[in-house]
């Protein structure tokens, strides 16, 4: 019945993976400790059951590579805010919209008549703005360096156009300074990385070499098809057994050490480098992009003066140390029990790429 | 057959709802014999009484309703006059009822094009011949603009349960085989890719059908063989087999490999994150039979249109009681969960 797919089905095909998983088991002859940086990542391999069919020398622990997980509170409640305001068209993906802040979430904003819309892309909320010229349209920018580029595009084409009605509230974060502070910690328990592909899609690999020399620990950029996961994790795992800390690209089909050079310099263009917190983690210096000086009037924070909002985190959420590793999501106390995605503590718990959340939909194990 | 004259439908075309239509005046009246009359008429209808009088063959009858919202109202394959049919139709034959009567209650937004409805009309009068139902019963309200989307519909339904027939969802026993009547996510899938927003053109068709005439001969050939039967519409086949296992407090495992999934409803899944196990349909049918009495059922639903693609997806356990859980390619396993919240808005 299930006709082949092409690009997709030759990275599921399970003769490959049982070929792949044959090679780990032989490979792996002491313990490691593996983490798979992005969120995408951590949702095919417990949705495929990976971790299972892993041997037990192995563990995988689960990265901070979600957007959702680790967009601050405060730029949750920011949000809220502004997209309760009457003028305000609110656009955003849509994992965002069930993202709870202190009290409500943006479904919540909506049913109480905020005008909230989900769009699959920030080109989409800027033709939404071309729209309804006597509307502000706001898209929530958040992501790693993967939607960086749409979203700084979104931007850019704004102030082509003239587009004045149109606003982004930026959540953008990066992954190599987070490897360095999970890298950095006292309690480290990382020994290797499957990089997100995506992310080096857009950057390369080249800027994860300096990592990988400094702190000794090989860097594997990865795809998220269960072939190329495990194609990924024994890479890595060959690159330990050996002693090599280097980074080898597992994610040729779509990865190259440059990267996409026009997607980097679209970033340049309208973002520059800045101190950003993350949800659960805290501020981590240099993490993350804020719009230059050239485009701040397309800043929702500043246009809606929402800067001075601040939140805090439940005190029960240990999402902060799951997002480093350091803690399995069955391992919190409130997994399960205080916390499910019908009642988040934590963004981790919400998100389809949250480490919770999947393991709450699809671990046998763990309910 | 027509028993009044329409009015020329280039006159039609340009004609909207009017809040007039829905006041129960001249305009109301105009509005049913030219548009609602002339399709569904039949001899309790003809009466315009207030109520139809029934006499049913049998005492134990089953009794239903639903509403229907979705948007957009038509989409590939189907619209909402066909699916607020079918729907109640399936809803009545999947508790082991034979579909008699259906009521119909019409909610119309000022300004939707009188066009418009009587193509809904001509579907549903379409779909209740197909299904063997009579809508003898009925009603109109218009609202202002903005208070609807265009039209929303609802219909109850009155049928008779077959002699014999105790059909529960809490009848499923360990061994049974679960049986999924074809593909999945076609209905929700069409509705996705068929609203603004979204631009990417596809092939892919609502699987919208009634299942009377399957289920009647499953019933009729294979008799006791089903010990469960559900419509897996809103929530998809995972919601329909989450609700089976735990009403019937027993596990239910189903193998990746099995689920049927047309690829271009595939494809649209995998573009937007979404599992087909998660998406409506509406002319499917989930059921749970002895293993024994499996192979007979599934070639009685292989006569059937919305039966052609039906294979076994897996069968009921004694391990983890009131969850469902997915045997990977890889054979590794997953829970397959209830979806949460709104994954498509207003599918049905």
């Known amino acids: 019945m299930l006709r082949p797919m092409k690009y997709i089905d030759e990275y599921r095909d399970p003769e490959l993976a049982r070929k792949l998983l044959e090679e780990i088991r032989k490979k792996a002859l002491h313990h490691w400790t593996i983490m798979e940086i992005c969120g995408g990542q951590t949702h095919s391999i417990i949705r495929n059951g990976i971790d299972q069919l892993l041997p037990d020398t192995l563990e995988l622990v689960h990265g901070p590579g979600c957007p959702v997980c680790v967009t601050p509170l405060e730029s949750i409640e920011r949000a809220l805010a502004i997209a309760a305001r009457e003028e305000v068209i609110f656009t955003s993906f849509g994992d965002m919209l069930r993202v709870p802040g202190n009290a409500r979430d943006l479904f919540m904003v909506r049913s109480a008549g905020g005008d909230v819309r989900i769009v699959f892309s920030p080109l989409d909320a800027l033709q939404i703005a071309r729209d309804n010229p006597s509307k502000e349209v706001v898209f929530f920018a958040v992501g790693f360096e993967t939607t960086a580029p749409a979203n700084a595009m979104a931007v850019w084409q704004a102030v082509r156009e003239g587009i004045n009605n149109f606003s982004v509230l930026v959540s953008q974060v990066m992954v190599p300074p987070a490897m360095r502070a999970i890298l950095s910690s006292p309690d480290n328990r990382v020994q290797g990385f499957l990089a997100a592909g995506h992310v080096c899609a857009v950057m390369g690999y080249e800027e994860y070499e300096p990592i990988s020399r400094e702190f000794q620990v090989p860097i594997v950029p990865t795809g998220f098809e269960p072939v190329e996961l495990l194609a990924g994790i024994l890479k890595t795992v060959e690159l330990l057994e050996e002693g090599r800390a280097e980074v080898v690209n597992c994610y040729g089909r779509v990865v190259s050490r440059a990267g996409n050079p026009i997607a980097q310099e679209t970033i340049q263009k309208v973002f520059e480098v800045i101190d950003r917190p993350w949800r659960g983690i805290g501020l981590i210096p240099r993490s993350g992009l804020g719009l230059r000086e050239a485009f701040a009037r397309f800043d929702a924070e500043t246009k809606f003066k929402v800067t001075n909002i601040f939140a805090e985190e439940s005190s029960l959420c240990m999402s902060g140390s799951v997002l480093q590793g350091k803690l399995k999501p069955d391992g919190c106390p409130a997994f399960a029990k205080e916390c499910t995605p019908q009642h988040p503590l934590g963004a981790t718990m919400v998100s389809s790429e949250g480490a919770c959340a999947a393991y709450y939909q699809y671990h046998l194990n763990t309910l | 057959?027509?028993?009044?004259?329409?009015?020329?439908?280039?006159?039609?075309?340009?004609?909207?709802?009017?809040?007039?239509?829905?006041?129960?005046?001249?305009?109301?009246?105009?509005?049913?014999?030219?548009?609602?009359?002339?399709?569904?008429?039949?001899?309790?209808?003809?009466?315009?009484d207030d109520q139809a009088k029934l006499d049913l063959p049998s005492r134990r009858i089953a009794f239903t309703t639903d509403t229907y919202v979705v948007s957009p109202i038509f989409f590939p394959g189907s619209n909402i006059g066909e699916l607020a049919v079918n729907g109640t139709v399936n809803d009545l034959a999947v508790g082991g009822a034979t579909p008699l009567y259906l009521s119909a209650g019409f909610v119309l937004e000022e300004g939707l094009s009188l066009a418009e409805l009587?193509?809904?009309?001509i579907s549903m009068a379409e779909a209740a011949r197909k299904a063997g139902v009579m809508i003898v019963t009925g009603d109109t309200k218009v609202v202002g603009k903005g208070q609807c989307d265009k039209l929303f519909i609802n219909t109850a339904g009155i049928g008779i349960i077959r002699e014999g027939v105790n059909l529960s969802c809490r009848n499923m026993k360990a061994g049974d085989s679960i049986i999924l009547s074809g593909t999945v996510g076609d209905h929700g899938m069409a509705i996705m890719t068929s609203r603004e927003g979204l631009s990417f053109q596809s092939r892919i068709t609502s699987d919208?059908?009634?299942?009377?005439?399957?289920?009647?001969?499953?019933?009729?050939e294979v008799p006791f063989a089903i010990h469960a039967m559900r419509d897996p519409t809103r929530g998809g086949v995972a919601a329909t087999l989450n609700e089976l296992?735990?009403?019937?407090?027993?596990?239910?495992?189903?193998?990746?490999?099995?689920?049927?999934?047309?690829?271009?409803?595939?494809?649209?899944c995998e573009l937007l994150g979404i599992d087909p196990l998660h998406v409506a349909n509406e002319g499917k049918l989930v059921v749970a039979v002895a293993a024994g009495d499996a192979e007979?059922?599934?070639?009685?639903?292989?006569r059937f249109d919305p039966g052609r693609d039906a294979v076994i997806i897996g069968s009921v356990v004694d391990d983890h009681p009131g969850m469902v859980v997915m045997r990977t390619v890889y054979g590794s396993q997953r829970i397959i969960d209830l979806p949460l919240g709104e994954q498509l808005p207003r599918i049905c």
């Open chain 2, 1 to 48: 057959m027509t028993i009044a004259p329409i009015c020329p439908t280039p006159i039609m075309q340009h004609e909207t709802v009017q809040m007039a239509h829905g006041a129960g005046g001249r305009l109301s009246q105009a509005l049913m014999h030219r548009v609602f009359m002339p399709h569904l008429h039949n001899s309790f209808l003809d009466l315009l």
């Open chain 2, 118 to 121: 009587e193509a809904v009309v």
């Open chain 2, 208 to 220: 919208c059908a009634a299942l009377n005439g399957m289920i009647s001969t499953i019933l009729d």
């Open chain 2, 245 to 268: 296992a735990s009403s019937s407090s027993i596990g239910i495992e189903i193998h990746e490999s099995t689920i049927p999934v047309k690829s271009d409803v595939r494809g649209a």
């Open chain 2, 296 to 302: 007979k059922v599934l070639e009685v639903m292989r």
